[in-house]
């Protein structure tokens, strides 16, 4: 079967941004629960994997900061998030980085799903079609001993739901299934949280490349580049050319990501 073609838009704004939210994460003993922090000590409750509780504990310190939505706002999807810590699962990459991803539940939510899925659902009544899962990431570099936490979305595409009859959560960010097909949603760039206020030109680029029908759009690094994901090739032609009449940006290319095949 051919593999589809994805082609990404780049936009080139020569401005530079700096700053990363990182903090240390303690390698050391297992955490102990906190007698006068009710909070922890439930949450900690019935968590035997050392490494989640340190996740638990960080996320105490650290989870209402804005970087764990990787842009600085609120998650659009959830509000009043609960990380479902006996869920909680450890993944390492040899030496250098280890997570700990938990589901999360919400009291609120709204579905985000792709337009195929959508019309498969009309057609079907069938709601698998319009799911998708929700992971908070706590991410740590085991050489610099520094953690990160953030927000990973998953919505798998109708071909590839058919093609594994819904069972279709297993990838994770650490080990991405090899024939997932879909989006990993709410990706971010957590300095776009510094970059954005000083240069607003980069959320309006992103928008525009939203309104033009991409998967997902962020930007590179600390800059100068602004890309977006187009699953094929007439839609990714039209937003090059609406990008190109909007001059919001110096340069704008249209290309094919290098190794689709992988």
């Known amino acids: 079967m051919p593999m589809k073609k994805n082609y990404v838009l780049l936009l080139f704004l020569f401005i530079l941004g700096s ?30 994997d050392p490494e989640v509780r340190k996740a638990i504990a960080w996320f105490e310190e650290h989870g ?3 970087s764990l939505a990787r ?4 998650h659009p999807l959830f509000s009043m998030m609960v990380p479902a810590w006996s869920y909680a699962f450890v993944r390492s990459s040899n030496d250098e980085y280890r ?37 908070l990431v706590i991410l740590t570099n085991k050489k610099k001993g520094t953690t990160q936490g953030f927000f990973m979305t998953l919505i798998p595409s109708k071909e590839y739901m058919d ?9 994770t960010y650490l080990s ?10 709410h990706m971010g760039n957590v300095l ?7 240069y607003p030109v980069i959320a309006e680029i992103k928008q525009q490349m939203m309104r033009s029908g991409a998967k997902a759009s962020m930007m590179s690094g600390s800059g100068p580049t602004v890309f977006g994901l187009f699953a094929n090739g007439d839609t ?16 704008v290319y249209l290309t094919s990501i290098y190794n689709n095949a992988r």
């Open 176 to 185: 991405r299934e090899k024939d997932f097909d879909g989006v990993c949603a």
């Open 236 to 251: 990714a032609v039209a937003a090059y050319e609406a990008m190109r009449e909007s001059n919001l940006a110096k340069q």
């Open 99 to 135: 997570t700990v991803e938990v589901p999360i539940w919400a009291y609120s939510r709204t579905l985000f799903t792709l337009p195929e899925n959508a019309i498969a659902y009309d057609e079907t009544g069938n709601s698998m079609y319009i799911q998708s899962l929700t992971r």
């Open 192 to 198: 776009e949280s510094v970059t954005i206020p000083n």
């Open 71 to 74: 842009a600085g706002e609120t």
């Open 19 to 48: 700053g990363v939210f990182v903090s240390c994460y303690d390698d050391e003993p297992d955490v102990l629960a906190d007698p006068d922090n009710a909070g922890i000590n439930e949450m900690l409750n019935g968590i035997t």
């Open 163 to 171: 093609a594994k009859n819904f069972n279709v959560y297993r990838s």
């Open 64 to 66: 209402q900061d804005a």
